[in-house]
């Protein structure tokens, strides 16, 4: 007995084997490590709620709209109150916020993330109430419960205070439940939209030859610096998890520009693989000046008839560090850093030195401060 397959199935098969087997460049990382594919996203959605159950560290007695909200959660429920007669100390109005993927299905679970609005003092020990998380749409998508898990404390006493990391946030995990999906089908799209990370010509030129190639086809091209186009070939139609699950672990290369990127709060710098520095001679020291103020008392001879003075007296101490001229040439990273280090400078003296550098016209690099 003889069995046949049809060609459409050996197609598929053929195609799945080709973007496995296809040799990955030298330094390589996976697609899915520097872009993202249209669709597959996620969707910020944020309610506003009550925690309750706090021992003392809510909201104070002046939160307007902690009061506002507890009773009309009390006139909801059928109890009529005096907002007078409420104490919050135990309550905080808080924000909550989640991420939901566009794959989420109702009954989903979510983890929530809630964040004190008021002057609460801590959230630890608290329960979340029943909260409505809506999508920018203005629907509601999810429902979020339960107590709080938070990874910081506060006390507080007459003449101190003690703490640990931030007490007036928390998460719930899986303390969402979706409500409602996003009304996305993805796999009725014909045609799919890589987004790079960094956007770069040359590494969107290359992605969409290494899909080419791997595919057997011309289905991709680069749109721009930051797109990748793929028409999805007639094999995949209706049924893109085997082709997604294929081509976002092809292997590229990323190229990007030679970037310097200082952090002037931290004194972090660092410096980008392609980045070089035409031969300079740079000299680089610190100059302190010290200065030092102070009081004398010139107290006068007994029985004469003096009086006692107080004469100011100043001492300033000038000190300069002098570092001979170090010539500095980098081609490659490594190069350039030894002749950084050779200088014998600080990260707060490197940042000096780079801009100068820059200013020079010898650093082949952009210089970003954040």
Known sequence: MKLTVPRRILSGMALIVAL????APAHAVRIKDIASFSGVRDNQLIGYGLVVGLAGTGDKKDSVFTLSSMKNMMDKMGIGINTKALKIKNVASVMVTARMPVSAKPGSRLDVNVASVGDATSLLGGTLLQTALKGVDGK???????????????????????GKNVSTSGIIPGGGIVERGIPFEFNQQDNLTLN????????????AERLNAAMGGQYARAIDAASVSVNVPPQYKNNL??????????EVTPDVAARVVVDEKTGTVVLGRDVRISRAAVAHGNLQITVQEGEQVSQPGPFSQGQTVVTPQTDINIREERRRLVMVEGATLQELVDGLNAIGATPRDLISILRTLQVSGSLHAELEVI
């Open 20 to 23: 496995f087997c296809f040799t």
């Open 140 to 162: 509601t998508y999810c429902l979020a419960q339960g107590p709080l898990t938070v990874g910081g404390y506060s006390a507080d006493g007459a003449a101190a205070r003690s």
């Open 196 to 207: 790079l990370r960094m956007a770069d010509f040359s590494t969107a030129q290359q992605i």
């Open 241 to 250: 998890v085997p082709l997604m699950a294929s081509v976002e672990n092809l």
